[in-house]
């Protein structure tokens, strides 16, 4: 349903983006979001961007970190700047289509790691 592109290995600094490519149209979606978990850590909300094109963020990554959205290529993004050690991780996608009804889809994940 959900997969994540874009992770890889980059320098303290650098920028990357990453893709999570949906199955289903957007306009399903209440909520799609970020998370992310660094080994031996529980997984952290990173950002969300919902429906109406509306985003939020985690205070770790506010300012350096944005999330969009494109309909037509059924696709959510997070652009991540600035990137620091601690933003190692594996960063999953999710989308909240009715989590109240238990209709949510998560992705496996794409491996960031930042390092010089």
């Known amino acids: 349903q959900l997969v994540e592109s874009g992770g890889g290995l980059v320098t303290p600094g650098e920028s990357l983006r990453l893709s999570c490519s949906a199955s289903q149209s957007l306009a399903s979606i209440y909520a799609m979001k970020w998370y992310r978990q660094a080994p031996g850590n529980e997984r952290e909300w990173v950002a969300t961007?919902?429906?109406?094109?509306?985003?939020d963020y985690a205070d770790s990554v506010k300012g350096r970190f944005s999330i969009s959205k494109d309909s037509a290529k059924k696709s959510w993004y997070l652009e991540m700047n600035n990137v620091k050690p601690e933003d190692t991780a594996t960063y999953l996608c999710?989308?909240?289509?009715?989590?109240?009804?238990?209709?949510?889809?998560w992705g496996k994940g794409t491996l960031v790691t930042v390092s010089s």
């Open positions: 961007i919902i429906s109406s094109g509306s985003t």
């Open positions: 999710y989308a909240d289509v009715a989590a109240s009804l238990g209709i949510e889809y």
